[in-house]
């Protein structure tokens, strides 16, 4: 079983920075992970996915060139650098880990972070 927890969220103006981090219990090594955003009364949108290694990425159109996802497997650790924070980035935002990459729907995760909140004022 792995569990994953979420930080680094939190409120920003719009054009700044923020990092999440999401750690796991478990080794991560193991995982390709991902991460995802879901507003009130949306689904759940795929944001950025990274593989095992960490040697590829993939990125949602709406934040590529502005985020970027990132893991430190001898921490067990995955990133997202968010820059150039837009007030329409506003949302939860969720770290995943599956099997296989890239990890780009919900259906495809075995575990879920519980999500942290990103607010960006304009």
């Known amino acids: 079983q792995v569990q994953l927890v979420e930080s680094g969220g939190g409120l920003v103006q719009a054009g700044g920075s923020l990092r999440l981090s999401c750690a796991s219990s478990?080794?991560?090594?193991?995982?390709?992970m991902g991460w995802f955003r879901q507003a009130p009364g949306k689904e759940r949108e795929f944001v950025a996915t990274?593989?095992?290694?960490?040697?590829?990425?993939y990125y949602a159109d709406s934040v590529k060139g502005r985020f970027t996802i990132s893991r430190d497997n001898a921490k067990n650790t995955v990133f997202l650098q968010m820059n150039n924070l837009k007030p329409e980035d506003t949302t939860v935002y969720y770290c995943?880990?599956?099997?296989?990459?890239?990890?780009?729907?919900?259906?495809?995760?075995?575990?879920w972070g519980q999500g942290t909140q990103v607010t960006v004022s304009s």
């Open positions: 995943a880990a599956g099997s296989r990459y890239p990890l780009l729907s919900d259906y495809q995760a075995a575990y």
């Open positions: 478990g080794r991560m090594l193991n995982y390709a």
């Open positions: 990274i593989s095992q290694s960490g040697a590829v990425t």
